[in-house]
C-alpha cells in the first residue's frame, strides 16, 4: 500500500481558502486517493474521492496532478467548524483482494475567527 | 437507516478478561472492517471482511478475532485484554457499486475501551 505524507498541522482563518497536499510518491495503477474528516470523539467522516485530475463536491475540492504523486484537497472559505484532522489515503479498490486501508497520522487543521 | 452501530460505547476491563464489541449496519454494505485509535494518532486496521464468511488480517491483528456469519453484523472479540489495547475502536462498511471499486467508508460512532 502507498505510504502517504501529509503536515501535521495548519492554521487558517475563517472565510479563508485552506489547501492540505498529501504526498504518496508509490501509488499504484489502480489506487484511488480519498480524504476522510474526523471531528473529536467521533468516527472519520467522508469528503471526497478521486483518481485522477480534478472532482468537486459540494464541500471540497480535490486536485491531482498527472503524476498522481500528490494530491490537494481544498476547502473553500473555512469555518470554525472545518476544525477538525483530515486524512489522506490512498488504497486500491479491489472486490476480491479486499480494501486495505491505511490512515496516516492526519493533518490537524485550526480554524481561528 | 441507522447507518453503523457499536456498542458498548464505553466498557472498562481487567488485563486478562475478553468481550466482544459488536457492530451492526443496516445498508446492506458488502465490506465491514475494524480499526483501532490509540490517542492522537491516526486509525490502524486490524481486521476487515468483504462478504459473509470472509475476514482477513489488516495491520494490527493480534489480539483480536473476528467473525462474519451474517452481512449485517461484524463482532470484535478481544481474547484476553492486555493494556495495550487501550484504545478507541471503531467499526466502518462500505460499499462496491461495479463489483470491483469500493466507495466511501461509513464509520460508527466508536467504543472507547480501557484495561486496566
Known amino acids: 500500500l502507498a505510504k502517504t505524507t501529509q503536515p501535521i498541522s495548519m492554521d487558517s482563518y475563517e472565510g479563508q481558502e485552506v489547501n492540505i497536499t498529501c504526498s504518496h510518491n508509490?501509488?499504484?495503477?489502480?489506487?484511488?486517493i480519498t480524504w476522510y474528516q474526523q471531528f473529536p470523539s467521533q468516527g472519520p467522516r467522508f469528503i471526497i474521492q478521486?483518481?485522477?485530475t480534478k472532482v468537486t463536491n459540494e464541500v471540497a475540492s480535490l486536485f491531482i496532478p498527472a503524476d498522481r504523486k500528490s494530491s490537494t484537497l481544498s476547502l473553500p472559505r473555512v469555518s470554525l467548524s472545518d476544525t477538525a484532522v483530515y486524512y489522506c489515503l490512498v488504497g486500491p479498490h479491489s472486490g476480491t483482494g479486499g480494501f486495505k486501508t491505511i490512515f496516516g497520522a492526519g493533518t490537524r487543521l485550526f480554524v481561528k475567527a | 437507516n441507522a447507518g453503523v452501530t457499536q456498542t458498548p460505547k464505553f466498557q472498562v476491563l481487567k488485563t486478562g478478561q475478553s468481550m466482544t464489541l459488536q457492530c451492526a449496519q443496516d445498508m446492506n454494505h458488502e465490506y465491514m472492517s475494524w480499526y483501532r485509535q490509540d490517542p492522537g494518532m491516526g486509525l490502524r486496521l486490524i481486521h476487515y471482511s468483504v462478504g459473509a464468511g470472509i475476514t482477513d488480517q489488516g495491520e494490527v491483528p493480534n489480539g483480536y478475532n473476528v467473525s462474519r456469519s451474517t452481512t449485517e453484523d461484524f463482532p470484535l472479540r478481544l481474547l484476553s485484554a492486555a493494556p495495550s489495547q487501550t484504545s478507541v475502536y471503531f467499526c466502518a462498511s462500505s460499499y462496491s457499486t461495479s463489483g470491483e471499486s469500493y466507495n466511501e467508508q461509513f464509520f460508527g460512532p466508536g467504543t472507547r475501551l480501557t484495561v486496566l
Open positions: 478521486g483518481y485522477k
Open positions: 508509490n501509488i499504484a495503477t489502480n489506487d484511488y
